[in-house]
């Protein structure tokens, strides 16, 4: 079983810059693949970025590309999402997840998700 809770969200003029984190609780931490998601108002939840387990691999969604960086440290069982060059179109409550092995785009691969954390970012 893992347990995560991001933090960090908050409010931000768009251009700025925020990073949010993800702590796991829980056994075994680095042999699990974490993935980010996000939810607009009135949208679904889409894929935003994963790691594999030993942060040798990275995949973005292409609106995030160059601007949003993934990383982990395992010694820490969290895993971080840096964003900047924010845009208000970035406005949404991130998830982090997790799932044993390979990383991948769709939600329903992930074992375990977060509780979100809101980001906004104003015009």
């Known amino acids: 079983q893992v347990q995560l809770v991001e933090s960090g969200g908050g409010l931000v003029q768009a251009g700025g810059s925020l990073r949010v984190s993800c702590a796991a609780s829980?056994?075994?931490?680095?042999?699990?693949?974490m993935a980010w998601f996000r939810q607009a108002p009135g949208k679904e939840r889409e894929f935003v970025s994963a790691?594999?387990?030993?942060?040798?691999?990275?995949y973005y969604v292409d609106s995030v590309k160059g601007r949003f960086t993934i990383s982990r440290d395992n010694a820490k069982n969290t895993v971080y999402l840096q964003m900047i060059s924010l845009k208000p179109e970035d406005t949404a409550v991130y998830y982090c997840?997790?799932?044993?092995?390979?990383?991948?785009?769709?939600?329903?691969?992930?074992?375990?998700w977060g509780q979100g954390t809101q980001v906004t970012v104003s015009s």
């Open positions: 829980g056994r075994d931490f680095s042999y699990y693949a």
């Open positions: 997840a997790a799932r044993l092995l390979g990383f991948a785009t769709r939600q329903d691969a992930y074992q375990y």
């Open positions: 790691i594999s387990w030993n942060g040798g691999s990275t």
